[in-house]
T-cell receptor, first 113, second 111 residues
Framework: RKEVEQDPGPFNVPEGATVAFNCTYS??????FFWYRQDCRKEPKLLMS???SGNEDGRFTAQLNRASQYISLLIRDSKLSDSATYLC??????????????FGKGTRLSVIA | DGGITQSPKYLFRKEGQNVTLSCEQN?????MYWYRQDPGQGLRLIYY???????QKGDIAEGYSVSREKKESFPLTVTSAQKNPTAFYLC??????????FGDGTRLSIL
């Protein structure tokens, strides 16, 4: 089983639609979770951290289910500018110090006018 | 402004040549990372460094080398041993417990 798995898409949705992405991770010791956004030929940029209680930032909502080792990202009222690849990222920080993040391959979203 | 600077933005390598990609950060972050991204693929970790004068191999370190002589700098050398170096190279830095921040990348191609 891959460490971080995402549906690659592409997800093609009309403007205004609600779209949800899912991500599963294999390491039950994982402690930190993030969603990054990557535009074509650009670097990844942090979209939001994912907290155990779930968190919301405007049109974006992230959820974490530790029991199922599952992370989700919900985008409401999709805009054309939301078109990008969304990367699920997990950190298995078991000891003090920084340990590498593990990146999913990303889910591509295209929002269509 | 604080940030991570990668240079050059585009780099071309001849067969058998070593090339060095620069990564500098003024964020006072302890940890720095190098990733490789191939078209349509995820990021793969090449090397990382948690502290000055120390670094560890990532998943695909063969054909690459790094140094960490200063906290601000983490250059990556793509050696002639790396037979398929064409890719998008991303450098990142991290303050412990916080998300990583990326430079804007270097695209390396073979002539």
């Amino acid at each position: 089983r891959k460490e971080v798995e995402q549906d690659p898409g592409p997800f093609n949705v009309p403007e205004g639609a609600t779209v949800a992405f899912n991500c599963t991770y294999s390491n039950s010791a994982s402690q930190s979770f993030f969603w990054y956004r990557q535009d074509c030929r650009k670097e990844p940029k942090l979209l939001m951290s994912v907290y155990s209680s779930g968190n919301e930032d405007g049109r974006f909502t992230a959820q974490l289910n530790r029991a199922s080792q599952y992370i989700s990202l919900l985008i409401r009222d999709s805009k054309l500018s939301d078109s990008a690849t969304y990367l699920c990222v997990v950190n298995s920080r078991q000891h003090s110090g920084n340990t590498p993040l593990v990146f999913g391959k990303g889910t591509r979203l295209s929002v269509i006018a | 402004d604080g940030g991570i600077t990668q240079s050059p933005k585009y780099l071309f390598r001849k067969e058998g040549q070593n090339v060095t990609l620069s990564c500098e950060q003024n964020l006072n972050h302890d940890a720095m990372y190098w990733y490789r991204q191939d078209p349509g693929q995820g990021l793969r970790l090449i090397y990382y460094s948690q502290i000055v004068n120390d670094f560890q191999k990532g998943d695909i370190a063969e054909g690459y080398s790094v140094s960490r002589e200063k906290k601000e700098s983490f250059p990556l050398t793509v050696t002639s041993a790396q037979k398929n170096p064409t890719a998008f190279y991303l450098c990142a830095s991290e303050l412990r417990g916080q998300p990583q921040h990326f430079g804007d990348g270097t695209r390396l191609s073979i002539l």
